[in-house]
Structures are given as C-alpha cells and as structure tokens.
C-alpha cells in the first residue's frame, strides 16, 4: 500500500554539524516530494520541494535529494541550528486529481548546543 | 500570507457526542485537508476535498465525515465521538495547481472522555 516511512525516528546533533534525516517511500507513481517542519506546538511549515524529475535541490542551508531507484529521500541541513530542533517529516504527493498528500512517521532532530 | 484557521484550539467532548472541526482558508485554495496526528504515526489523512462539494477518503477515514459547503471551509465531523479519536487533528489547504506545498492550522487537540 501507499506509505512514507523514515528510518530513524530520533536524531541528535552538535550545533554547527550538517544534520541529514533520511525517508523511504514506496509508491512509484509519487511525482513530488516534500520536507515539513513542525516546531512545539504549531502546524507543519513547508521547508523545501522536490520534483520526481530531479535528484536535488537547494533552499537556504538545506537540501533534498532524491534517488528515485531505490525510492529514497534525504533532508540535509547544513550548520544545523538550535531552532532546527523539531520534527521533520517528508510527504509524497500523489496526483489522484486533487493531490493527495501523504506524509511519513517524522524524525525529531535534537540540536545540542 | 496564507492562512489556515482552525476554529478551536483545544476541545474536550463526551464519548458519543457529534463534534464539529471547522477550518477556514483565505486564499482561494482548491484542495483541504484532514489530517489526525498521534505520536509515532506522523500524520495520518482523513479525508481531503479539492473543490467544493467534491471529497475523497484519506487512509483512516472510519468514524469521520467532511463537508465542504463553501471553498474557503472544510469541516470535519465526528458522528459519534469515541475515546480513540482523542488526537491532535490539523487542517491543511494547498493551491489546485503545480507543485505546492500545504498550509497548515495550528491544530485542534481534541479530547474525548
């Protein structure tokens, strides 16, 4: 059936280290690829995209990746941050004509400072 | 800025009662969401609308229904509210087309006793 799943559900860091939060998805049709962020108490907020006709692409101190072959995505964070501390989630949009959106379990990332 | 609004942000009902989640977008968004969020699962989808009158069933769409009288609004409705439904449920809108990322609420914590 349609899942995204991550392979770890926690992850620590030292401030200033790249952060990478890894995700599997399993349906081959997903044509596009998101990475959330929630903080304590609020919604998702959007970080970055990707579509399934790329490999990579860079925002502001992140990046995703994407290997379509073995149906991998990766977030990374470079010089992660104390306000990085979070969870992370991926989501796969699967066009069934209105987009349908389904996300992963989530990784929290912990930043020590 | 897009803004998604969720009519309460905490509730607490009986077991049995009919409880309505309401969800107001203001920007012309054709596609809502319902998402239950519960730690460990991530977020999980109830059911999404993209447009008016129109709705789909998300992955765990049993005990729940949807309306969507009006494109800015997309209610959820618990028929008959059991203590397994007590979570944090989100609202998201995302525009019709392209590739976008969805906007979240601040969430509703609903509990049922």
């Known amino acids: 059936g349609e899942s995204v799943g991550l392979h770890l559900p926690t992850l620590s860091v030292q401030e200033g280290d790249n952060s990478i939060i890894n995700c599997a998805y399993s349906?081959?049709?997903?044509?596009?690829f998101i990475w959330y962020k929630q903080e304590s108490g609020k919604g998702p907020q959007f970080i970055i995209d990707?579509?399934?006709?790329?490999d990579k692409r860079q925002g502001q101190r992140v990046t995703v990746l994407l290997n379509k072959t073995v149906k991998h995505l990766s977030l990374q964070i470079a010089a992660t941050q104390p306000g990085d501390s979070a969870v992370y989630f991926c989501a796969e949009t699967i066009n069934t004509g209105g987009f349908k959106t389904i996300f992963g379990a989530g990784t929290r990332l912990f930043v020590k400072a | 800025d897009v803004k998604v609004t969720q009519s309460s942000r905490y509730l607490v009902k009986r077991t049995g009662e009919k409880v309505f989640l309401e969800c107001v977008q203001d920007m012309d968004h054709e596609n809502m969401f319902w998402y239950r969020q519960d730690p460990g699962l991530g977020l999980r989808l109830i059911y999404f609308?993209?447009?008016?009158?129109?709705?789909e069933k998300g992955d765990i769409p049993e005990g729940y229904s949807v309306s969507r009288e009006k494109k800015e609004r997309f209610s959820l409705i618990l028929e008959s509210a059991s203590t397994n439904q007590t979570s944090m449920y989100l609202c998201a809108s995302k525009p019709g087309q392209g590739e976008w990322g969805a906007f979240f609420g601040q969430g509703t914590r609903l509990t049922v006793v």
């Open positions: 349906n081959s049709a997903s044509d596009y």
């Open positions: 609308s993209y447009d008016v009158k129109m709705k």
């Open positions: 990707i579509r399934s006709n790329m």
